[in-house]
Every structure is written in C-alpha cells, then in structure tokens.
C-alpha cells in the first residue's frame, strides 16, 4: 500500500513562497517518479511539475516555469514542490501523484494519489 500527504499549503500574499511537502509511505518511492497537479475550482486538473525517481529528469510546466521547482529526498521517502513569486493564478489544491519509473503529465498515468493541500495566493 503507497499513501501519499502534502503539506505546506496556506494563504500567502502574492509575491510570497511555499514549499509543498509530499511524504510516500510504501518501499517503492525511491523507484517511483513523482508529479505535482492542481485544481483550481471549475477547472481541469493541470500538471505542475514531474521528477524522475532518481531525481535526473526533471519536468515543469510553462505557466510556472522560472518559479516553480521540483525536488526529492529519497532519504526522508520526500519530495517537494517550491514555489516562488506566486501569483493569484496559482490558487488551487495541490496534489502530488506517483507512479513506478518515469511518469508522463498526464495524470491518468498515475498510480497513486495523496489528498491535496490548499494554496490560496491573495492579490
């Protein structure tokens, strides 16, 4: 059984950062890639940002390109989403999602999902 939990969410003024945790209990993080999405509400999901399992492939999307960045501690079964110069768009729930070997953007290809942590960025 893999379970996933974020934190780091909160209210942040724009301009601010955040760092999001993802904690993976289970013996196949350090084999498994991770990936960040969000959910604004009455939209789509949108992939954020995907790491390797070894932490060599590193992937973001354009919108966060610059200010986001993606990491992981294979150590402390962790990885993390740091985010700087956060902007009102970025509002949504943030969700990690991890899935064995390289994952794509596509959140379909996911195996495995936490619950989502809140990030709300005021103007």
């Known amino acids: 059984q893999v379970q996933l939990v974020e934190s780091g969410g909160g209210l942040v003024q724009a301009g601010a950062s955040l760092r999001l945790s993802c904690a993976v209990s289970g013996r196949t993080f350090s084999s498994s890639g991770v990936g960040w999405f969000r959910q604004a509400p009455g939209k789509e999901r949108e992939f954020v940002a995907r790491?390797?399992?070894?932490?060599?492939?590193?992937d973001v999307a354009d919108s966060v390109k610059g200010r986001f960045t993606i990491s992981r501690d294979n150590a402390k079964n962790t990885a993390y989403l740091q985010m700087n110069s956060l902007k009102p768009e970025d509002t949504a729930v943030y969700s990690c999602a991890a899935r064995v070997l390289l994952p794509g953007r596509n959140p379909n290809e996911y195996d495995y999902w936490g619950q989502g942590t809140q990030v709300t960025v005021s103007s």
């Open positions: 790491i390797s399992w070894r932490g060599s492939v590193t």
